[in-house]
């Protein structure tokens, strides 16, 4: 009998340890899910500017979801740098359906240029919302208008299904390199969205809009979080297998 109780006393012991463990993995991956690298590890393309090529006119209509969209082309355009923050469209919590806005896929906001460079965005805080990237920080020097204004919060369209499915996989962290085009472009029920065509713009159009033909990921986000976090969760479920198995204590 005393061995019986010593084993059930030991199984659930093993228990609480599995979901301790489990839970330091889950919290820590939540902790460090969207950490971002130092800019001493960033690619040279994160460093890099933007560049912007006058386009031919172009006009064309796309239609997503029955929804026809007029586009004009106004720029040729690539940018490489740093996700800071993303919003998918298609989230639960996003609005852009309320629009019928399935052109626009996601938002990415970025960083490179000077700000890479120097590192700004360490001492920065970033959070996607409806159509904007809210940037905060409470040091002078990375509060520097050069700094700024390397920072980019682009509206990524596309009527390319297979494609719109790999950008919104897209991670912060990721160091990628977007191709494309600068676009304005409307459907009926949504006035005229025209993209910036500076990057020293602030405020309400002060936004890229690109259509994106293709993309390259320079560097992938640390995919250790993620898998810290399965973890966590297989540890838990180990914990209940434990449990069910463990016979009950007759008194």
């Known amino acids: 009998m005393m061995a019986a109780q010593n084993s059930v006393a030991g199984e659930m012991g093993m228990v609480k340890m599995l979901c301790l463990v489990g839970l330091l993995c889950v919290l820590s991956a939540w902790w460090w899910q969207d950490s971002l690298p130092a800019h001493g590890k960033l690619q040279a393309s994160s460093l890099t500017e933007p560049v912007q090529e006058a386009s031919a006119s172009d006009k064309w209509t796309s239609q997503i979801r029955g929804v026809d969209y007029h586009v004009e082309a106004v720029a040729d355009y690539q940018i490489s ?3 800071v923050s993303k919003l998918n469209t298609d989230s639960w ?3 852009h359906e309320d629009w019928n806005e399935f052109f626009n896929v996601m938002d990415v906001c970025m ?3 000077s700000n890479a460079r120097a590192g700004a965005y360490e001492k920065m805080s970033f959070k ?3 159509w904007t990237c809210w940037v905060h920080t409470n040091d002078a020097n990375a509060a520097k208008p050069e700094y700024f204004q390397a920072i980019s919060n682009t509206h990524i369209v596309t009527d390319d299904a297979a494609l719109a499915k790999r950008l919104r996989q897209l991670r912060i962290g ?6 494309g085009r600068l676009v304005n472009y409307s459907h009926d029920g949504l006035s005229a969205r025209k993209s910036s065509l500076v990057r020293n713009d602030t405020g309400n159009g002060a936004c890229e809009i690109l259509y994106v033909t293709g993309f390259e990921v320079q560097h992938a986000a640390a995919a250790w979080p993620r898998w810290l ?4 969760l297989l540890l838990w479920v180990a914990a209940v297998v ?3 198995r463990t016979p009950h204590r007759e008194h």
């Open 229 to 232: 976090f399965w973890l966590g």
């Open 93 to 95: 919590f996003a609005k």
């Open 242 to 244: 434990v449990f069910v």
């Open 111 to 113: 960083v490179w240029g």
């Open 81 to 83: 740098g740093l996700i």
């Open 174 to 179: 990721d160091e990628v390199t977007l191709h």
């Open 128 to 130: 996607s919302g409806q």
